[in-house]
């Protein structure tokens, strides 16, 4: 599976920005899809994560109630809508495919994309 993230950019605080993944390469539908982020010094963290059926999604607390998660399994395509952003959101974005249920464990993915600058400020 080939990922390709994209739709990042730069934003005001309060603004909003969606994020896309295309998936291309072997069936999409199977694997468990997670957002992660890593700002500059710091290691790469959990953002968000969605079952392949879209039905399960998990959100970490820093962007809950603001980020929301999808994906299209006939588009071959997961999505994050961010909105309310804040400047602490500015980092690069990547999204992640694993073959069973999704994970916010950044190591048990098997697939990556190359990473969607996101930068937040006025």
């Known amino acids: 599976v080939q990922l390709q993230a994209s739709g990042g950019g730069l934003v005001q605080p309060g603004g909003s920005l969606r994020l896309s993944c295309a998936a291309s390469?072997?069936?999409?539908?199977?694997?468990?899809m997670g957002w992660f982020r890593q700002a500059p010094g710091k290691e790469r963290e959990f953002v968000a994560r969605?079952?392949?059926?879209?039905?399960?999604?998990f959100y970490a607390d820093s962007v809950k109630g603001r980020f929301t998660i999808s994906r299209d399994n006939a588009k071959n395509t997961m999505y994050l809508q961010m909105n309310s952003l804040k400047p602490e959101d500015t980092a690069v974005y990547y999204c992640?495919?694993?073959?069973?249920?999704?994970?916010?464990?950044?190591?048990?993915?098997?697939?990556w994309g190359q990473g969607t600058q996101v930068t937040v400020s006025s």
């Open positions: 992640a495919a694993k073959r069973g249920p999704s994970s916010s464990r950044p190591y048990e993915y098997d697939f």
């Open positions: 390469g072997r069936t999409f539908s199977p694997y468990g």
């Open positions: 969605i079952s392949w059926s879209g039905g399960s999604t």
